[in-house]
């Protein structure tokens, strides 16, 4: 990732325990659409994660709309929510679940709904929704794409550092993850690395709008070890291994991943 003009990714992170009184119930902002998918859920709890990381998505987008499109960013810009901003004005951005079940943002412009240029990614954690957005634009289609037609975009996620099975790295990892895994944990716990490894995998099929339904095997990524150590945002490189990928080529995605507290936070793109 080189330091000239990119597109100015944005981040938010919402705790449902965080949150001024009132906004979840009831959810006032959601729109009429979103509305019918929020009754649709069967579980309170999975309808309250649902609005939350739509509630997080869209104070992300509104604020996002304020920056410039692509700057000199050395990494994800965080925003923090306005809440002096109405529920009625968020009703104006509908987050709904694309086929992939993915996000797929409209805006209310006038009295019809059109398509926002941007791409967001939504991830929840133990009642916080963690969103990152970027804006579609020339310099991203152009620079990241490499002039390939791909579909691709941001992929977001928030994962609590937390035991993982020795199946989970068996099944889940790439033999050079595992092999990493074990030159590595003699530096760091051996926790945190596998829920690092995770967490960048699912930014990963997200941003390649697959989720799980593509082996977490096939992306490859090998964390820098003196990154490890260090606070703040580190970059991460994914790779593909077409042998889990049932032949299928994806381009390099490039981000950044960084530790908050009892969690991992990671942002992929094919930058
Ligand atoms: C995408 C996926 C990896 C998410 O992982 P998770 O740990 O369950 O949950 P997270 O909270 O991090 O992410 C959930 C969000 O991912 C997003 N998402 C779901 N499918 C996505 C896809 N194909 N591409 C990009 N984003 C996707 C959604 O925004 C979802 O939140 P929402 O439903 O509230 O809008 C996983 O749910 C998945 O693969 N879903 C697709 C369905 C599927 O193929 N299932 C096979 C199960 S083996």
Redesign the pocket.
Known sequence: MESSICPVITWILLAENGLPPGWLDPPGFLAEAEQAVYQGFRFDV?RR??AL??LAAKKLIQQARLQPAVGVVLEPVCIEPDWGETAEALRAIA?L??A????RVQILAGSAWRELDGSL?????HGRA?CAFAPGCEAWTGRLFSGRLFSA?I?????KIEPRSAEYVQNYLHPQETLWLQQTARLQSGVMLKTLLWSIK?AA?????????LDPRAPVCLPELEALQAGGWHLARVAWDVHFTGGESFPDLAGWWRRLDDDILTIMGPI
């Open positions: 999975r994660e649902w990381g739509r987050v679940p694309a992939d079940q993915g996000p990614s939504i991830s929840h954690s963690f975009g992929g977001a996620d928030i994962e699912e099929l997200k941003s390649i709008r697959r989720g799980l339904a």
